[in-house]
T-cell receptor, first 113, second 114 residues
Framework: GQQLNQSPQSMFIQEGEDVSMNCTSS?????WLWYKQDPGEGPVLLIA?????ELTSNGRLTAQFGITRKDSFLNISASIPSDVGIYFC?????????????FGKGTLLTVNP | NAGVTQTPKFQVLKTGQSMTLQCAQD?????MSWYRQDPGMGLRLIHY???????DQGEVPNGYNVSRSTTEDFPLRLLSAAPSQTSVYFC?????????????FGDGTRLSIL
């Protein structure tokens, strides 16, 4: 089956620093999604990417859909303490009604004030 | 607007016991899924449904059953709980396939099997 490699596994940064994380896949996807999970809660969608090469921003977050369709990255600029959490990438390859998402293992972000 | 509601939030079972994890959504979404989340493993798909009466297996279906008798509800059943099923379980729903129909997640059920 499809596998996603998400890196880094964890990051410890100072408030104000920029952050970058990425996902690579052994096969192509036609949709990439980035989620954030706060402790004790379910994942919440941050950014969705639908086209190879697409660059999309959501406030301080920017994500790109790789040209090869096998990778995506997420950047967070000027980090703040509330950015703390686990960030997941997810890929989707649509075939008919098959809409299953494959998730990366997550990047744990810690922001020191 | 409740979104996706999961019950219970916490549960402790003994090996061999059975139980049902409930999931309900009030957004009239056709697609619903169950995931389990384990440390260092991310979220793995257990079962999913593309509409009432239709279910299919995900990545890790063994030991779990599902049914979808209504659009709103998608219960997950453990017939004989095993310690390996200790995990956090998330239910999600979406209107349809495609990234422009993002999944909405519940807050999870934390299940411990002794």
């Amino acid at each position: 089956g499809q596998q996603l490699n998400q890196s880094p596994q964890s990051m410890f940064i100072q408030e104000g620093e920029d952050v970058s994380m990425n996902c690579t896949s052994s096969s192509i996807f036609n949709t990439w999604l980035w989620y954030k999970q706060d402790p004790g809660e379910g994942p919440v969608l941050l950014i969705a990417l639908y086209k190879a090469g697409e660059l999309t921003s959501n406030g301080r977050l920017t994500a790109q859909f790789g040209i090869t369709r096998k990778d995506s990255f997420l950047n967070i600029s000027a980090s703040i303490p509330s950015d703390v959490g686990i960030y997941f990438c997810a890929g989707q390859l649509l075939r008919g009604s098959n809409y299953k998402l494959t998730f990366g293992k997550g990047t744990l972000l810690t922001v020191n004030p | 607007n409740a979104g996706v509601t999961q019950t219970p939030k916490f549960q402790v079972l003994k090996t061999g016991q059975s139980m049902t994890l409930q999931c309900a959504q009030d957004m009239n979404h056709e697609y619903m899924s169950w995931y389990r989340q384990d440390p260092g493993m991310g979220l793995r798909l257990i079962h999913y449904s593309v509409g009432a009466g239709i279910t299919d297996q995900g990545e890790v279906p063994n030991g779990y059953n599902v049914s979808r008798s209504t659009t709103e509800d998608f219960p997950l059943r453990l017939l004989s709980a095993a310690p390996s099923q200790t995990s956090v379980y998330f239910c999600a729903s979406t209107q349809g396939p495609g990234g422009n129909q993002p999944q909405h997640f519940g807050d999870g059920t934390r299940l411990s099997i002794l």
